[in-house]
């Protein structure tokens, strides 16, 4: 059964400094989105993206945070210059369809990023 | 806006024994509920969704759901637990016209089984 892959498992960063997530969605999925649970509390929506452009964001999502999608295959997160509140697990999710549509939204197994 | 909530943090089953998993949400809309179960080290898998019609949804595992329009819940149910389901629950939401793709998550529930 086809799954959505993160890498790296586990990503350790100074503060300040720029990292990147990578996701690699379902083949034949068109929406693709970032999650992140900081530890202890809720998973939370940080931003959904299809044909190459953002569709929706939250206000987590501010200007620190971009998304990509380099290639036919990979959907990246990077985080400009990381903050220790961006300690979190980062979930991947695709979707065949989005918005409007009754599609589920499949996640990858999650990155943890810790900031130190 | 659009909330969920699971008001326990923890529920303990004997292996055997019916479980149940609650969940209330809010939503302006049309509600499109989820269940999603994550074991350690693994993501968020799918285990059923309620879109419309039948209040009764069957999912993957044994897992069943039950929509409840009026008390606006959809608790997690499986009449016979087993080890093997002990994991992290989460119910989520999402408002279908409304808010677009997000997912709304709840804090999410341990279900532990004792054998």
């Known amino acids: 059964e086809p799954e959505v892959t993160q890498t790296p498992s586990h990503q350790v960063t100074q503060m300040g400094q720029e990292v990147i997530l990578r996701c690699v969605p379902i083949?034949?999925?068109?929406?693709f989105y970032w999650y992140r649970q900081i530890l202890g509390q809720k998973v939370e929506f940080l931003v959904s993206?299809?044909?190459?452009?953002?569709?929706?964001k939250s206000e987590i999502f501010d200007d620190q945070f971009s998304v990509e999608r380099p290639d036919g295959s990979n959907f990246t997160l990077k985080i400009r210059s990381t903050k220790l509140e961006d300690s979190a697990m980062y979930f991947c999710?695709?979707?065949?369809?989005?918005?409007?549509?009754?599609?589920?939204?499949?996640f990858g197994p999650g990155t943890r990023l810790t900031v130190l | 806006a659009q909330s969920v909530a699971q008001p326990e943090d923890q529920v303990n089953v004997a292996e055997g024994n019916p479980l149940t998993v609650k969940c209330t949400y809010s939503?302006?809309?049309?509600?499109?509920l989820f269940w999603y179960v994550q074991y350690p080290n693994r993501g968020l898998q799918f285990l059923l969704k309620?879109?419309?019609?039948?209040?009764l949804v069957k999912g993957s595992y044994g897992f069943e759901a039950e929509f409840n329009k009026s008390q606006t819940s959809f608790h997690l149910k499986k009449p016979s637990a087993l080890v093997s389901d002990s994991a992290l629950y989460f119910c989520?939401?999402?408002?279908?016209?409304?808010?677009?793709?997000?997912?709304?998550f709840g804090g999410g529930t341990r279900l532990m089984v004792k054998p």
């Open positions: 999710a695709s979707s065949p369809r989005g918005r409007g549509s009754t599609d589920t939204q499949y």
């Open positions: 083949s034949n999925h068109l929406y």
């Open positions: 993206f299809y044909n190459n452009e953002i569709s929706e």
């Open positions: 939503v302006s809309g049309n509600p499109y």
């Open positions: 309620y879109i419309t019609g039948d209040n």
């Open positions: 989520a939401v999402r408002d279908l016209y409304n808010a677009g793709n997000m997912l709304t």
